[in-house]
């Protein structure tokens, strides 16, 4: 055996017991009649040490050529501290070493394996295997697992039934580009990887399956940011004989669930918002509720004036910062010069000082009197020692101008807390959305998502107005999972072909298998899809899921520990009848 016990085990009540252990080296103090070794793996980590009046001769010599990161193998006997460490499980005893061997031996490291490293971020990724034997790092990805199968149980015990799906399939416009995959059998032809398993999961509620989930890679060929990937993890899942109401449900029910396991949080009941009212309110479709901040459409009580800007805005809107009056001069014009950033496009921003003895400063004062900005004050939800900070301009622009500059203060202030959970259902999103580019609809979530009862006629005369029987799940300002109730019907997705520019041959050839299948009885079903990489850093406390991931790509999609994506050589190109060629 190379261990009888692992290095996060040993107590005092095993004092005077013979053990074996293995594991890496990570800090060695020599003072060379004695010497100690800690030695590390997954559970832990145990105190050796090797003293010339009680260690063969032989085991000392040994242990003075181990280095950092060496894998070694000891045997010897359990023995009282005598300084000892109240922060280590382990930190009551220690191993007199009897022998030693060297199981492998190690370059020095490039980073430090320890909690805080000297290692930046592109240096960990190179190296990734190395930084996963960081307590954080190895932490999260066991924090991932508990996640994982806290999900598969309560789906198992709600009768879901876990059903793999091809990775190989056709491509299908989904709404983001697909990675294509070259079949070296079917000349001139390729796969493509699933951005999700949404037709083969509705094919398997044709079959009967009933209730179906998924922990499933997905694929997309899209620009990155810090929170995506091009491969990611979703939690897929579809039902039948169901309605919207059963989906969440069921749904909140495992939100629930996971809180409660991973967090040993309780969470009450789980708020519904339209989306036109997300909109308005919050000026993004995944608003925060942990905080308020609510917008206040100003265009009422800011108009009319003398002040060009606004007048000529479709939208006046503002936001009241708590405590935000104790802001300087200076400190207000950064926030406005943050707001002119190309990464957010405000022109400017007016703001008002609500001072604490109830009279107002504005930097409009020229153009509003004292009763004008009460107005404003009243119509954000402005008290005595706030800031009220108001954009204008096009409608949608500035609301999500507005939207981040609101998640901007948020973070300042530390109205984000990582341990409150704050759930919210999204619901009744458009159906389509229009696309100036192709100037066309495009389905704003995908082509199988029914229109709410009652409202298919609707899309002949004014298909911007039809609304989805579909949901997203928000939590604290995340969208960690979205779904609909499909069409079950070939007539009526046939018709959806067709307000979408899909000629009969073009649907035919993207979906015609979908299509067959429906006339052989498809039940009315519905599903959601949760994100899990997302899903678990929030729970763990974050937003970026890059950690949470056991070999994740940096922001151009590149692995740089395996250096993907390469060249393929030409053999291999000629074997798959492809050609290259790149652009000048």
């Known amino acids: 055996m190379y261990r009888t016990h692992n290095n996060g085990e040993l107590r005092a009540k095993n004092i005077n017991t013979e053990v074996t252990l293995s594991g890496w080296v990570q800090k060695i103090r020599d003072k ?10 997954r559970y832990g980590i145990t105190q050796l040490i090797f003293d010339e009046e009680r260690t063969p001769k032989e085991v000392m010599d040994k242990a003075s050529k181990v280095g950092r990161e060496f894998v070694i193998q000891v045997t010897g006997t359990v023995i009282e501290r005598e300084s000892k460490n109240p922060n280590m499980p382990t930190g009551d005893v220690e191993i007199l070493v009897s022998e030693i061997s060297v199981l492998n031996t190690s370059l020095t490291p490039p980073f430090t394996i320890e909690d805080k490293t000297d290692g930046g971020e592109d240096l960990r990724m190179k190296y990734r295997y190395l930084d996963i034997r960081r307590n954080p790092v190895r932490n999260k990805l066991v924090f991932r697992h508990k996640v994982t199968m806290a999900v598969r149980n309560y789906l198992s015990e709600k009768d879901f039934v876990e059903v793999e799906t091809p990775y190989l399939i056709k491509s299908t416009p989904e709404g983001a580009r697909d990675f294509v995959v070259p079949s070296r059998m079917n000349e001139g032809q390729f796969y493509a990887l699933p951005q999700s398993p949404q037709t083969f999961k509705q094919l398997l509620m044709v079959g009967g399956m009933d209730k179906y989930f998924q922990i499933v890679k997905c694929f997309r060929d899209e620009d990155l940011r810090a929170d995506r990937q091009p491969e990611f993890t979703q939690i897929d899942c579809e039902m039948a004989f169901v309605e919207q109401e059963d989906i969440l449900n069921i749904f909140e029910g495992l939100t629930r669930h996971l809180l409660k396991q991973i967090n040993d949080v309780e969470i009450g009941d789980f708020p519904r918002m339209t989306y036109d009212e997300a909109m308005r309110r919050y ?5 925060d509720i942990r905080f308020g901040m609510e917008f206040g459409e100003l265009n009422a009580v800011a108009q009319h004036k003398d002040f060009k800007v606004f007048n000529s805005a ?4 503002g936001i009241a910062i708590p405590g935000g009056n ?4 200076k400190e207000i014009d950064k926030l406005i010069d943050w707001v002119k950033r190309p990464q957010v496009g405000a022109l400017g921003m007016v703001y008002v000082r609500c001072n604490d003895d109830g009279s107002y400063k504005s930097s409009v004062d020229k153009f509003y009197d004292q009763d004008d900005l009460a107005k404003w004050a009243e119509a954000t939800g402005a008290k005595a020692g706030d800031l009220i900070c108001v954009l204008s301009g096009e409608i949608n622009k500035t609301r999500s101008q ?8 948020a973070e300042r202030l530390g109205l984000r807390k990582a341990d409150e959970f704050a759930p919210l259902w999204v619901i009744d999103f458009p159906l ?5 580019e192709t100037e066309r609809y495009h389905a704003m979530h ?4 029914s229109p709410k009862p009652g409202q298919m006629e609707l899309l002949k005369t004014n298909p911007g107005a039809v609304k989805a029987n579909a949901y997203d799940l928000v939590l604290n300002g995340n969208e960690i999972g979205g779904g609909s109730i499909r069409i079950h019907d070939k007539e009526v997705q046939s018709k959806m072909f067709d307000y979408l520019g899909f000629t009969p041959e073009e649907a035919k050839a993207q979906f015609g298998f979908l299509m067959d299948a429906f006339q052989y009885g498809a039940p009315p079903h519905g599903g959601l899809a949760f994100g899990l990489d997302r899903l678990v850093a929030i729970l763990g406390g974050q937003e970026t899921i890059r950690d949470f991931i056991a070999f994740p790509k940096n922001n151009a999609g590149r692995d740089v520990m395996i250096d993907a994506p390469a060249a393929i050589d030409k053999e291999q190109l000629k074997e798959l009848n492809l050609a290259i060629t790149l652009k000048p």
């Open 32 to 41: 060379g009649f004695m010497g100690w070794v800690d030695l590390r793996d």
């Open 283 to 287: 000026g993004n479709d995944k608003p």
């Open 314 to 317: 479709e939208l006046v809107a």
């Open 326 to 329: 104790s802001f300087s001069r």
């Open 402 to 409: 507005l939207s981040v500059l609101r998640m901007e203060m």
């Open 432 to 436: 389509l959305e229009w696309d100036e």
């Open 446 to 449: 995908h082509p199988f998502t």
